[in-house]
């Protein structure tokens, strides 16, 4: 038990449609991260968010967007979904201090677009 | 940027050591990880390296070498719950909790 949850667990979309995906962090941790893992591949990073703000962002497009929430929860928000988007969609939270080892993953979001 | 590299695949027989290695190219280095990842399952930490050295924690060693840009993973008396995909991940200096991965090693422990 990591104390991260994520929800839904696993979800089906169309094409074209909109998801949100939801993650509660561990409690005392103020950073969250968002993972994209395509089958067979390690995960990659979207995006991270500190005390509400976005202060990191990987290699994608604008229609992944998300939020954190004064509660340190957050959601990540994909427009236009594309059969690529095909994936496990995993959050990490952390204490916020750059040092230490205490990133921890939550159990996924699996989508699948079709 | 970043680059991680590891074996894609390893086997070995139940009772037994496996090495797996991994190399890695960053511009700013802030610790390494080592996660487990079960088929269908999110990765669940299994160690951390920052300094030079071999970090040990029960059946599991891992070691960095930050000059060489490289790091192993020891697991020690095989069992059949070891087989899952080892991913490595190195934290750069631009974020608290900014991972890149490697694509992970799938090692299969047999009888």
């Known amino acids: 038990e990591t104390g991260v949850t994520q929800s839904p667990t696993h979800l089906i979309k169309t094409r074209g449609q909109q998801v949100t995906l939801r993650c509660s962090s561990q409690?005392?941790?103020?950073?969250v991260s968002w993972y994209q893992q395509a089958l067979g591949q390690g995960p990659q990073f979207i995006f991270q968010?500190?005390?509400?703000?976005?202060?990191g962002r990987g290699n994608f497009p604008p229609r992944f967007s998300g939020l954190q929430f004064p509660n340190y929860s957050s959601e990540l928000n994909v427009n236009a979904l594309e059969l690529d988007d095909s994936a496990l969609y995993l959050c990490?939270?952390?204490?916020?201090?750059?040092?230490?080892?205490?990133?921890?993953f939550g159990e996924g979001s699996w989508l699948t677009v079709v | 940027g970043q680059n991680i590299d590891q074996p894609t695949e390893m086997t070995a027989t139940e009772g037994a050591i496996v090495q797996i290695n991994c190399t890695y190219q960053?511009?700013?280095?802030?610790?390494l990880f080592w996660y487990q990842q079960h088929a269908g399952e999110a990765p669940t930490f299994l160690s951390y390296?920052?300094?030079?050295g071999l970090e040990e924690k029960g059946r599991f060693s891992s070691f960095l070498s930050r000059s060489k840009g490289y790091s192993y993973l020891l697991l020690k008396e095989l069992q059949m719950k070891d087989s899952a995909s080892y991913l490595c991940?190195?934290?750069?200096?631009?974020?608290?909790?900014?991972?890149?991965f490697g694509k992970g090693t799938m090692l299969l422990v047999s009888p």
């Open positions: 990490a939270s952390s204490p916020g201090h750059q040092g230490g080892n205490t990133i921890y």
């Open positions: 409690s005392g941790h103020n950073t």
């Open positions: 968010y500190y005390r509400e703000e976005e202060n």
């Open positions: 960053t511009s700013g280095f802030n610790g």
């Open positions: 390296n920052v300094l030079d």
């Open positions: 991940a190195v934290r750069d200096l631009s974020g608290y909790s900014t991972l890149t």
